[in-house]
């Protein structure tokens, strides 16, 4: 009976506790059907839900929609992961496995770039992209992902690889398989965990990354969901329920696709960093 009434207090607890998690979210979507000035009431139903704030909301611009801008920015997070997941899986394989000059020092100075603050390269970065007449575009934020993702993904991918045992190259170098062999047929199929997982990363840090889309794209038409949420606040008069609409469906995607892959997510976090 102890461990009965202990058990049903600890689910209470949680379900309490996940309650206080979620409560921003409940306000979040009756916030996001109430009109302006219902906002200011303490109430976090609407008496009528305004469902037109989504379909004015997403025509809220004479000129797009808000699915544009939902396009535009998964144009750009294609790049970013396709980019993201390869390449670091390629600079990750090179250091766990490849014998070369200063492997060390090599992978020291580059895990030392995670200490760099991002404001220190912003500067020299927009002069670069500008001199090559890439500003205005994608290129500025998604060419960076074609150079390993990431000091971050590939230290992951490293502790990963170093968790598998050489055994398997040295068989596959006796069958006659050759370094690329070994990394697509052995090494790339055995870290799809991981690899999901710097995917997973990768995808929502581009999407939330408002800076660096406010610093390299003006035009209109190139405009991603962050910029296009900021539209609204440039207005005269801010209709907070079509903002309050929109930024709820913008998070729909990085929230689909962490439901969809968590198990891969789950485990690729869990079996990574178990072997130094």
Request: glycine share 8%; no cysteine.
């Amino acid at each position: 009976m102890r461990l009965r009434a202990s058990s049903v207090l600890n689910h209470a607890f949680m379900i309490a506790f996940s309650f206080i998690m979620i409560y921003p979210v409940i306000w979040w979507v009756g916030a996001s059907l109430k009109k302006t000035e219902e906002l200011r009431l303490p109430t976090i139903w609407p008496e009528t839900p305004m469902w037109s704030n989504y379909t004015e909301g997403w025509h809220f611009s004479a000129n797009y929609t808000f699915g544009h801008f939902f396009a535009n920015t998964l144009l750009m997070e294609v790049g970013n992961v396709v980019g993201g997941v390869l390449t670091a899986a390629v600079v990750a394989f090179g250091f766990a496995r490849l014998n070369f000059p200063l492997r060390g020092f090599w992978f020291s100075i580059m895990m030392l770039t995670l200490m760099l603050p991002g404001q220190v390269t912003i500067v020299p970065q927009y002069i670069l992209y500008n001199t090559f007449g890439f500003v205005d575009s994608y290129v500025p934020l998604v060419l960076p992902h074609f150079f390993g993702g990431g000091a971050f993904f590939i230290f992951l991918l490293v502790q990963f690889i170093r968790g598998i045992p050489k055994d398997l190259d040295e068989a596959a170098k006796i069958d006659g398989a050759s370094v690329y062999g070994i990394f697509g047929r052995i090494i790339f199929p055995l870290i799809k965990p991981a690899l999901v997982t710097v995917g997973i990363f990768t995808f929502i840090w581009s999407w939330d990354d408002f800076f660096s889309q406010m610093l390299y794209l003006s035009s209109v038409d190139k405009f991603t969901v962050g910029l296009a949420l900021r539209m609204f606040i440039d207005q005269f008069e801010v209709q907070w329920g079509q903002l309050l609409a929109m930024s709820l469906l913008s998070i729909m995607p990085s929230v689909l696709i962490f439901f969809f892959a968590q198990k891969h997510f789950v485990e690729g976090i869990a079996t990574t960093g178990l072997k130094g």
